[in-house]
């Protein structure tokens, strides 16, 4: 549920994707792929980790994402088939004497939940699921999450700012006559008509995933989407709209999930815990390397989108509006101290509050005495590693 939430990411129907490779099955290396022993001076994870560790994506490779990819150097596989790419696990440009296979989510996964393939692939140790999938799931695929790589959801609503001039947020947007399509199902929305910021009778849940609807409706209407895609996409690449959007996080209207949280099943935390409290660490720096200098992760991501050529389309405009807009809007930061990657309790109390009713609504069996402290945990977190500040 949560996973669809995000893969309507504009496929972009209105964009050519002419130049895209023809997809393939098969598998296109760089190099070897061993990496037996670690460098010298690099974390050893090799005595305390599985060979290989497997993480799944929510979607296709892009910028968000792009702290996955910084895990991996110049000498990787890619396998366009399974829309995977692995390589030794590199940690500050030394190998750990692992290796690590990033598996792309949405179409590559017939758009199934993470949580579900935690459970059902075994290649996999760890993937993002957000705190709202966490608590949904939890009776039928619990698990706990250790590394939290977005500070802010990216999801927001966005309008057109020349309809609707007086609108500044979501709260704003609800008391005009704007109709908000959306993907049915989403439990930001749940939040959103619950506490009255959004009339049910202005929404829509049969959003597809392009802008055709959106164009159609000469902004009257608005849209979801992410603040570190869309506000680029439709002013540079909808040729039909061709100016910029207004748009308010969900996280700001109310709803602070966090999004992407990496996240391993809950009956192999015990086992993974070795591993895990030498390999979060690494996971925090990647992030730092990354957003210090995005671009061979970038190179890497744009690669991977032409071999996978699922349909998503992605360039270099919307991977460098991604990176500066994830740091102008707060999408990653430290929070409220100087770490990157840990998780508050009462946000995620905070969550447990909005959603459990929702939930209960709905129908959908929640682990009996599911409390917070049961889908997140902050043990494997350095609290030295963060992002410098501006």
Same mark, same amino acid.
């Given at each position: ?35 037996? =022993? ?60 692992? @290796? ?30 957000? =705190?709202?999938? *966490? ?9 706990? *999450? ?14 057109? +700012?020349? =309809?609707?001039? @007086?609108?500044? =947020? ?52 608005? @849209? ?33 999930? &966090?999004?992407? *949280? ?32 995005? *671009? ?19 360039? @270099? ?41 929702? &939930? ?27 992002? +410098?500040?501006?």
């Amino acid at each position: 549920m949560r996973r669809t939430s995000r893969s309507v990411l504009v496929l972009a129907a209105s964009v050519s994707i002419t130049g895209l490779a023809a997809c393939s099955s098969g598998t296109t290396s760089t190099g070897s792929g061993d990496a037996t =022993t670690a460098a010298a001076g690099a974390v050893d994870l090799a005595s305390v980790c599985p060979a290989k560790i497997g993480i799944q994506t929510d979607w296709n490779p892009e910028s968000e994402h792009g702290h996955l990819y910084q895990l991996l150097g110049s000498d990787y596989t890619i396998n366009a088939g399974n829309k995977s790419v692995s390589g030794p696990l590199m940690s500050k440009g030394k190998a750990t004497g692992i @290796q690590v296979m990033i598996q792309s989510g949405g179409p590559a996964i017939g758009f199934q939940t993470v949580s579900s393939q935690l459970y059902a692939n075994a290649d996999i140790n760890m993937g993002y699921v957000s =705190t709202d999938e *966490a608590i949904s799931v939890s009776a039928k695929t619990p698990s706990v *999450a250790v590394f939290a790589p977005l500070e802010k959801n990216p999801q927001m609503i966005m309008w057109d +700012p020349a =309809t609707y001039p @007086q609108v500044k =947020t979501i709260a704003d947007l609800g008391k005009t006559s704007a109709v908000v399509r959306y993907f049915g199902g989403a439990a930001y929305m749940d939040y959103l008509i619950g506490a009255n910021i959004i009339p049910k009778s202005h929404t829509d849940g049969g959003y597809d995933g392009t802008p055709a609807s959106f164009v159609a409706a000469g902004g009257k209407d608005a @849209q979801q989407g992410f603040a570190s895609a869309e506000p680029y996409i439709y002013q540079n690449e909808v040729k039909a709209w061709g100016k910029p959007v207004a748009y308010q996080l969900v996280h700001d209207a109310g709803f602070p999930t &966090y999004a992407a *949280a990496l996240a391993v099943k809950k009956d192999k935390l015990a086992s993974l815990t070795p591993c895990l409290k030498k390999l979060v660490p690494v996971l925090q720096q990647a992030e730092v390397d990354f957003f210090a200098d995005p *671009a061979p992760a970038e190179k890497l991501i744009l690669e991977l989108v032409t071999e996978y050529n699922t349909g998503w389309v992605y360039s @270099q405009g919307v991977a460098d509006f991604s990176v500066a807009t994830m740091k102008k809007d707060g999408l990653v930061g430290n929070g409220a101290d100087s770490t990157i990657g840990n998780f508050e309790p009462e946000r995620v109390q905070k969550m447990f509050d909005i959603t459990t009713p929702i &939930y209960a609504k709905a129908g959908t069996k929640i682990a009996e005495g599911l409390k917070p402290g049961d889908i997140y945990t902050n043990d494997f977190i350095d609290p030295s590693i963060g992002l +410098p500040k501006s």
